[in-house]
């Protein structure tokens, strides 16, 4: 008994050290993120990184504030990011449902043809869709930033291996109950999916959030829709960033907070899937 | 009667006024400065203490009310990118400021409108040798200079001086003797102290000082007509082979670092006009005794090589004469001893204006420690070619160059090698 | 008779699930692929009009087949996929295993995943630091045990290791979220079921996470091929002093040969390269996973 017991103690102990150990290394860029934005331009400088600045400079902070006009950046970002994503969730979790559990002709060669636009590098849309934006009449406008991202392979590949996991006896007892599809969808689906929906709005909206070089090209000639990536780029001076340098460091937590802000608030519905214990026999 | 005469003067009002607005010409202006550089220095309480761009467009816009010139900054890195995506969907700006190379493209393929006679007269007899080669594509001058770019040697007082040293090296042979002597190791062998270091990481770092160095040594890059590459000439190799003595004495390494000069670990570096900022920074109040500039360092003749930023309309824009007009009331024509172009360009950007007469004006800016150096190796400086794919063309011999620092490559390999691929290429085009 | 107008039914919901991913992909996928196809047969440099480009067949795609650079990029595309991809995956999996019931879980699954919103000049500052050959990290450790200092981001030998190195720590974080979702998706009932009949830690992992967890794998694998096949940022901002053949990647490749090159027939047709290789290595991993994965899931 006892031996049983101080194997597992041991087990604790090295599961405590190594989840620790990982997180010292995660935390360290993230962590040096914070320290440096409070420090001077000078102490940028330094050959070897310094982890503490000499003296907390919080005018950072605020110069930041004076010189990019932060809140309509912050605003763009959420509407776009927060539009994009639940766009998202909807098309993937639809389209998720459809290949995991409808039976149709052309379902495998569809959900290929899904994967396939994964495959592409991503400078080789950037004229073509562009130029449709240009077409729709769409470059001063939202639409732009958003409708070009609002389906996402990566997002219905998730779902359909998430939706996959659900037993089919559940839904098909639902369907001899008269339920329609878009009814099983909405009432047993999606709750059962809280997990995978948390994980995917986390990923999708941190994605639009700091994406650059998209918004960057949309927004030149439509400057009060820049996003936050673009509007601090504007603090970066060609060649002398180092002189604005701990200015872009303050923005950029500005910029990585809400995204804390988001993965903290949805880390709720990481709870324990359903319980099978109440559906019988499998 | 009144309320038809009201009525009457508000429409007309009305109409005048969409007229105004309709009438407006609006222009648009691409540039890769950002931050202050285009909003202008403010201090404490916001004022302005340093013009930026727009301060300056806002006085033009004040002179000219039925124009409104629209600024859109885009960052350096992806500037070239954004033209050529918004390009080819018809979103063009009217105005350009441009680096030197990408001009070759835009002029090849139809994009940069020619300028007017009276502002290519101009440009000849106003501007400094380079800059004017430098606007110069297939022998046409196609835009006004704003910028004009060189390289010298920047070290360190106080590390020379502490080695015995009182002065920099004049040629590239005193360089290649100091440098070992500059140079301090830790036990593992690994450098803690560099005597030296080559700027490197893109095209032109590594481009530019070894085109200074063949020119130096009389040498050639390509032809004239730019139909053959002619690194495979003597004078190519011995430039190379002395950059490689550097590598092989233990005065410097492929490691090393020149954005650790402000923190004392080199002695000597090539470095362009640019850096001054960071040095200030990095030195701050020993920065006087620390930093020193002297010409780069040479093999049989001063020589140094330079780029150029330059000001341009482009073909498809509906308003040409009026962009042309801007830019000669910015750049070309003197308003009390000065153009506006340069005043923003030594007082805000700290870069060096090429219009003989802005140098003259700016000595405040332009004669102190640092800049004054640059400044007066402008005689020496030599534009570098406007080739088309130019930027392909210096990346290929980047590479060779770094293959032969690296020790994989003889200097005569790299250089014979790089030859190749570029001569694939000016085929194409010339 | 009933499962026949439900079938109907089932089959009807399916296309209208999928209608609007459909009806987005002929626009904002189909197009510029045709696009993209055409322009890959032209010599195209995007200032002149594309009518106006020159036609001129497969001829890049013999081009770059023939090109010791994107041949080296693939390769070095291919080696660093394989390796990132699994050694990433698998510290993940253990590390989402030894969090997913810890104490503090929640606080262990925020700083693992800070490396996925840590901007990049602070990973590159960090990285930087920890790979400088002069009194770097790594090599001060190094030093410590008598070793000689590596030159991680210099060294043709070892740069593309040493960027692998970076991509796997900041790949763990993203990785290790889907697998929580997917832990929690386990009913608890399986694993008190074993206890039950005396399985440690070990066997219920092996027995009952592993196989459990087979639709999130197959997904992270397939998902991260793809991405890693892509891969252009990382290799791109940290091996710009390495000689170039020991650590371009294709979309690098591309990247430059569009917008440095301006030679975006050249680059069209290195992306549709691409494509074809992720296309096949995507084939390979469905395949590998057919049992349990896709289609129908026991």
Known sequence: MSKNKKSRKLLEFIRYFVIIFGAFWMILPFFWLFSASLMTPEELLADIPKWLPAKPQWSNYVEVLKRIPLLIYYKNSFIVAGTVTLLVIITSSLAGYSFAKLRFPGRKLLFRFVLSTMMFPVFIFLIPVYYLMKLFGWLDNYLSLIVPFAVSGYGIFLMRQFVMTIPDELLDSARMDGASEFRIYISIILPLLKPVIATLAILTFIGQWNSFLWPLIVTTSAQHLMTLPVGISRLSLAFSTTETQHLILAALVYQVIPMVVVFLYLQRYYIKGFVLSGFGNI | MMRKLIVFLLVVALVLLAFSVFGRTKLIMAVHWSDYQVEGVKDKNGNLIKKGLRQYVEEYMALHPDVEIEIQSVPFDEYLKRILISHTSGEIADIYVLYSLWGVQLVDSGILNAPPKDVVDKVKSDFVKPAVDGVTIDGKIWGVPIEVDNYALVYNKKLLKDAGFDNPPKTWDELVEMAPKLTKRNKDGTISQYGFAFLSGWDSAVVHPYLALLYSNNGKFLKDDFSECLLNSKEAIEALEAELKLFKNGGTDPAASVWNFPAGKIAMMIMAPWYETSLKLGFKDRYEETVGVSPIPYLKKPTTVGYTWFIAVDNASKNKKIAWDFIKWMALNDSNGFTRMGELMAKNIGAIPPKKSDIAYFTGELNDLYTSVFVDELKHTYQEPNVAQGQEIKTILMREIVEAWNGRKTAEKALKDAKKQIDEILAEFY | ?298
């Not at chain 3, 005396?198 to 219920?204: D, H, L, T, V």
Request: with cysteine.
């Open chain 3, 1 to 298: 008779m009933k499962y026949g107008s439900s079938y109907r039914k089932t089959t009807l919901a399916g296309y209208v699930f999928l209608a609007p991913a459909i009806f987005f992909y002929s626009l904002f996928f189909g197009f510029p692929v045709i696009f993209s196809l055409i322009v890959s047969t032209k010599r195209w440099n995007m200032l002149i009009p594309l009518s106006k480009a020159r036609a001129v067949g497969f001829f890049h795609y013999k081009y770059l087949l023939n090109n010791e650079l994107f041949m080296h990029s693939l390769l070095n595309t291919l080696m660093y996929s394989l390796i990132t991809v699994s050694i990433s995956l698998t510290i993940a999996l253990i590390l989402a295993v030894l969090i997913n019931n810890a104490k503090f879980s929640i606080l262990w699954r925020f700083i693992y995943f800070t490396p996925v919103v840590t901007p990049q000049v602070a990973i590159g500052t960090i990285w930087g630091y920890l790979y400088r050959p002069n009194n770097g990290l790594l090599n001060s450790i190094l030093k410590l045990f008598g070793l000689k200092p590596v030159y991680w981001l210099t060294d043709p030998n070892v740069v593309l290791f040493s960027v692998m190195i970076t991509a796997i720590w900041a790949g763990i974080g993203g990785s290790m979220l889907i697998l929580t979702a997917g832990l929690k998706n386990i009913p608890q009932d399986y694993y008190d079921a074993a206890k039950i009949d005396g399985a440690g830690p070990f066997k219920q992992f092996w027995y009952i996470t592993v196989p459990l967890l087979k639709p999130t794998l197959l997904f992270l694998t397939a998902t991260g091929m793809i991405g890693a096949w892509q891969v252009f940022d990382l290799p791109f901002i940290m091996g710009r002093n390495a000689p170039i053949k020991s650590i371009m990647t294709v979309s690098w490749y591309v990247y430059e040969t569009a917008f440095q090159s301006l030679r975006m027939g050249r680059a069209s047709a290195g992306a549709f390269l691409l494509f074809c290789v992720i296309f096949s290595v995507t084939l390979i991993i469905l395949w590998i996973f057919r049992r349990g994965g896709i289609e129908g899931y026991e």
